[in-house]
């Protein structure tokens, strides 16, 4: 065989190609065998679409070379010059920059929006035409449209990317937004990331962010809430200052109990009956201190003790878990003891719902894997109900007890929901105590102090001291219209005073919650006369009412009683039947 090299040219003519053949088999094959051959493969290599299509496997094989090899270039490309940050929905770094890009106003740009009914369960979202207080309807960018974007001289590329788990609800868990930067430096990806936190911060002061998980295992529901002032909270005094104070100090000590070797937690036990005001006291808290809160709920379908480790660690530095109703998670070692004792008798129980033990908990709470820097708050409203490895100290730090209604918070409650006004004017002030005495001796204690055409006349006031701040509604013959006022009028000091105190000795101290108290001065929040008139007939009320449920609760108690010991009789008298039929048997095999 030669040693040219030899090409094969694909033509139309056959016989160039039988000649070319020819000239390079010569010693490998006879004469006859290259005519057998030439004959079979000729006709083959002279059909047209044959030709075509090793043509197009030939220029087809160039053309994917190529694009691999341009797109081997354009990565190596973009590795030394365009950054990709992927931030995930649930953490709260995506949460700051979703609010950064609708500060900047990135997302006005886009054409495709996913609209959706305006509610508290979202902190960002495009603004629509109409105002911000009087729109009803939310505009979310679509997923998998990109908005390009400069920032400080880098131009930069997001895109909303949809999670593959969709709940029955149309909730999307897991989400996750990409941010593409056309620049080498790390330190503009630094500073975006910085700055988005800072103007979160900045603009979530004026609310409160709420943090709920479900089955998604994540932080994937937040809810916006305007926050509370402590001024609003009614305590005994010194509990809301010691609260406060004890909060800050330990946020501000973290480089202290570095320094000492202890781990830098906190954890508060609010304990009492309903009403009493223990989530107030937290919202409020955590309004004051600038901090978000995480509220977990330890019966969630499918969150065990590793779920719950995940939730706890994701959480950031310097924010407030929440555990409410705490009892109600798991039994204490007393009612274990009490159910399997149950269980011997042959009594079946229902089963707790939460699959999170309370070694589990312990764990999150001061164990190896605990989280630092965080402030920890549960409630119960049965504190004998709780482990007391679950009391001690190093786990609830803080315990307060939220008792009854005292006179000081019952006094301050009607403060609370009737302003004051500083008047140096004498005459008014004695013209509205000459008001109070009419209306005690001509029984219109109970007529609203203010209302529009009241027949009681009030002397004239100084402009900036009158009590009738609410303007008088318009006559209408053909529909009835509402003039009650909205807001209570503004009386002076020494009547608020002197109605406080005739409020607070009609309602029996440590006796009432603050929140049917609350109840009680809503349906009177307007007329503080008849509020302090109408007390007692409430008071009296709700003693029948606490009595009628009291005995009904009894009742109900006592028919769980005779039902569980005739079930637990029945059993017995079975297992003696079972007991005498096995003796029998042993006695009389014939039997």
Known sequence: MDNQTTQFVFENNA?????????????????????????????????????????????????????????????????????????????????????????????????????????????????????????????????????????KGTWIQVTRKKSSNTTLTGHEDGGSLVLTLYTRKKEVLDDLVETARSQYMKSSKPRITVHTTDHCGSWCQTTSKARRPMDSLILPTGVKEMLLNDARDFLRSEQWYADAGIQHKRGYLLYGAPGTGKSSTIHALAGELGLEIYSLS????????????????????????????????????????????????????????????????L?????????????????????????????????????????????????????????????????CSKGLDSIGAIREKSGLLSAPLTPPGTPVSIPSCPKDTRTDDIPAAPLSSTFDIDTTPVYPPRLPVETVDRLASEFADSVPENTFTVAELQGYLLTVKTRPFEAVAGVKQWVTEMEEERKRMKDEEEKKNKKDSEKDAAIGSSNERNTDDKLDKAISTETNPEL
């Open 15 to 151: 016989t160039d190609f039988q000649t070319n053949l020819t000239s390079h088999s010569t010693s490998s094959l006879s004469d006859g065998e290259l005519g057998q051959f030439i004959n079979v493969i000729a006709p083959v290599v002279h059909n047209p679409y044959i030709q075509d299509s090793l043509r197009f496997l030939f220029f087809g094989t160039i053309l994917e070379t190529g694009r691999r090899l341009w797109q081997w270039f354009m990565d190596r490309l973009a590795g030394g010059f365009v950054l990709t940050a992927i931030f995930d929905e649930g953490d709260p770094v995506y949460e700051w920059l979703c609010s950064f890009l609708n500060e900047e106003k990135v997302w006005s740009g886009s054409r495709e929006f996913r609209v959706t009914a305006r509610t508290s369960s979202r902190t960002w979202g495009v603004k629509s035409g109409q105002s911000e207080n009087t729109g009803h309807a939310e505009y979310l960018p679509a997923y998998e449209s990109p908005q390009l974007f400069c920032w």
């Open 298 to 361: 330890l019966a969630v379908n499918g969150l065990d003790d590793a779920a719950l480790q995940r939730l706890v660690s994701s959480t950031p530095a310097h924010s407030l878990i929440l555990i409410e109703d705490i009892d109600c998670a798991f039994p204490s070692r007393e009612q274990q003891e009490k159910e399997e004792e149950a269980r011997k008798k042959g009594i079946i129980l229902a089963e707790t719902k939460s699959n999170v033990t309370l070694s589990g908990l």
């Open 363 to 427: 764990n999150i709470i001061d164990g190896v894997s605990s989280e630092e820097g965080r402030l920890l708050f549960a409630t119960t409203n049965h504190v004998s109900r709780l482990d007391p490895a679950l009391l001690r100290a190093g786990r609830m730090d803080v315990k307060i007890n939220y008792k009854m209604s005292t006179r000081d918070q019952i006094v301050n409650l009607f403060k609370r929901f009737y302003p004051t006004i500083q008047s140096s004017d004498d005459s």
